[in-house]
């Protein structure tokens, strides 16, 4: 009877584990997965090039690699994107030391939002997020520029305290997330995508299975958050959970 119930219990994980991994497939391909790439390679980069002028996209940064972009959804959600051909994630050019560091540019650029509003934000309402592989509907890599969810920021202020350069494991948003602090001067000097695959296990060869975020912390550190993707909890790796681009923070 009990090896009964075991083999009933393996089948049901592996049938919710099948379910869901369909529902992600068809959710990252009910849209045109390369309409970013098309804004950032037709529209943006040779507008640019042609006229000096970069629209739709707020700016295209040839130096640095990268351009921005207002995001549709929210009223003050900014992308930023590398000019490069670049999926995402998975992609072994962000593990390349010549790679743009993207979320150190992307923290910069989070004054994109307070010109928007047209007035100052406190940097603790601000933060920043890129999806796994699968938690993702565009293959261009881009990492939001938005709002911090409010109750989020409550638990980042509660967890400040014990949280230090060591990874260690809590829940946020009902899901297991790695946290590590880092200064902005650590963020400028290393890619997070290449602190990630350094210093956890295992995830130099599993990059596409992570989510990223970025917050700051009340002292000034910055928190350094991943999320790894489990099919069996729900979670598809998308540490977009972690923000609230209608800014009710605000």
């Known amino acids: 009877?009990?090896?009964?119930?075991?083999?009933?219990?393996?089948?049901?994980?592996?049938?919710?584990?099948?379910?869901?991994?369909?529902?992600?497939?068809?959710?990252?391909?009910?849209?045109?997965?390369?309409a970013l790439w098309q804004i950032i390679s037709e529209k943006c980069v040779p507008g640019m090039a042609a006229s000096g002028k970069p629209a739709p996209c707020q700016q295209v940064n040839s130096a640095q690699g990268y351009v921005t972009l207002k995001d549709l959804n929210g009223p003050l959600q900014y992308l930023l994107m590398p000019i490069e051909k670049i999926s995402g994630m998975e992609s072994p050019i962000i593990l390349e030391p010549s790679?743009?560091?993207?979320?150190?540019?992307?923290?910069?650029q989070r004054t994109l939002l307070a010109?928007?509003?047209?007035?100052?934000?406190?940097?603790?309402?601000?933060?920043?997020?890129i999806?796994?592989?699968?938690?993702?509907?565009?293959?261009q890599l881009h990492i939001h520029i938005s709002c911090l969810?409010?109750?989020?920021?409550?638990?980042?202020?509660?967890?400040?305290?014990?949280?230090?350069?060591?990874?260690?494991?809590?829940?946020?948003r009902k899901h297991r997330y790695?946290?590590?602090?880092?200064?902005?001067?650590?963020?400028?000097?290393?890619s997070a995508f290449i602190r990630l695959a350094n210093e956890v296990p295992h995830a130099r060869?599993?990059?596409?299975?992570?989510?990223?975020?970025?917050a700051q912390l009340p002292d000034g550190r910055l928190a350094l958050l991943a999320l790894e993707r489990n099919?069996?909890?729900?979670?598809?790796?998308?540490?977009?959970?972690?923000?609230?681009?209608?800014?009710?923070?605000l």
């Open 131 to 139: 999806n796994a592989q699968y938690g993702r509907t565009q293959n």
């Open 205 to 214: 060869t599993e990059m596409g299975k992570y989510g990223l975020a970025l």
């Open 231 to 249: 099919w069996l909890k729900l979670n598809s790796g998308s540490a977009e959970e972690l923000q609230d681009h209608q800014c009710g923070i």
């Open 149 to 172: 969810r409010p109750d989020v920021r409550q638990q980042l202020d509660a967890l400040a305290p014990r949280l230090n350069a060591q990874w260690q494991s809590e829940t946020l």
């Open 99 to 108: 790679t743009p560091n993207l979320f150190a540019d992307a923290w910069q």
């Open 178 to 190: 790695l946290i590590r602090t880092l200064s902005t001067a650590e963020l400028a000097q290393q």
């Open 115 to 129: 010109q928007k509003h047209g007035a100052p934000i406190s940097d603790s309402a601000l933060s920043l997020a």
């Open 1 to 34: 009877m009990q090896g009964s119930r075991r083999t009933l219990k393996l089948l049901t994980a592996l049938l919710v584990l099948l379910i869901v991994g369909l529902i992600a497939a068809a959710i990252h391909f009910q849209k045109n997965s390369n």
